[in-house]
């Protein structure tokens, strides 16, 4: 019996319903989707700028009640023992352990050796969904390219899944903007494997005649979306 197709989350609906969508312009596999408005994504993780509501390791060497996992508050802070509340948000986790390791050396040690880690991104996820094996919200951890966020969703359904047409919907110049990328290919070499960014939303369509992506197009008004010449 042919599984059936689970439904849009409702991220991904209230998402695709809130803009209109436009053809993304040109053919270069790179080129087709520029980087959202709010580009925070970084070329690698120690580049990346914490946010509020991130999860954050810290440890610090040789003691071991100081190293612990912590979220940042609303507020952008983190509340740490001995230190108290420290400013995270816009900080690299390089620039957040000097701060952390000055704050102790002032009163409790002598050289503390300080090391802070993203664990878990929240202003980096995107929605993966369609034909994969497990739709859903996923948390971006440093640099993501489309092959990896299919990944992340358990990968594409080798039933139901068309590799020829996976999409990818992104806000530019506040408009929705999307494009559609051949997965056989990518994984072929034969096309780049193009980045994905937090807010983006990612959908493998369906094999056969009735596409998924198309269906919910006409139900949203996603018009004028590139769909590449293979």
């Known amino acids: 019996m042919r599984r059936r197709l689970p439904s849009l989350t409702a991220a991904t609906l209230i998402a695709l319903a809130g803009a209109p969508i436009v053809a993304a312009p040109g053919l270069a596999a790179a080129a087709d989707l520029p980087p959202p408005d709010s580009m925070s994504h970084p070329r690698s993780a120690a580049e990346y700028r914490i946010g509020p509501q991130d999860i954050l390791d810290i440890n610090v060497s040789q003691v071991e009640e100081l190293s612990k996992s912590v979220q940042v508050d609303p507020g952008g802070n983190v509340l740490l023992p001995l230190v108290g509340s420290m400013p995270a948000a816009g900080r690299t986790p390089a620039e957040?352990?000097?701060?952390?390791?000055?704050?102790?050396?002032?009163?409790?040690?002598?050289?503390?050796?300080?090391?802070?880690?993203?664990?878990?991104?929240?202003?980096?996820?995107?929605?993966v969904?369609?034909?994969?094996?497990?739709?859903?919200?996923?948390?971006?951890?440093?640099?993501?390219?489309?092959?990896q966020a299919v990944s992340l969703a358990k990968g594409a359904d080798p039933k139901l899944a068309n590799l020829h047409r996976v999409a990818i919907f992104r806000t530019v110049d506040g408009t929705r903007r999307s494009a559609f990328y051949d997965l056989t290919r990518i994984r072929n070499g034969q096309t780049e494997d193009p980045p994905v960014y937090g807010s983006d939303i990612v959908v493998v369509d369906t094999s056969g005649a009735k596409s998924f992506v198309q269906t919910f197009s006409g139900g949203f008004g996603l018009v004028g979306m590139l769909i590449r010449p293979w």
Request: no cysteine; hydrophobic share 40%.
């Open 129 to 147: 969904d369609g034909a994969v094996g497990q739709p859903g919200v996923y948390a971006l951890n440093g640099p993501t390219t489309l092959l």
């Open 96 to 127: 957040l352990s000097d701060d952390i390791a000055a704050a102790l050396k002032k009163k409790y040690m002598k050289d503390p050796l300080v090391v802070v880690s993203v664990k878990e991104a929240q202003g980096q996820k995107i929605t």
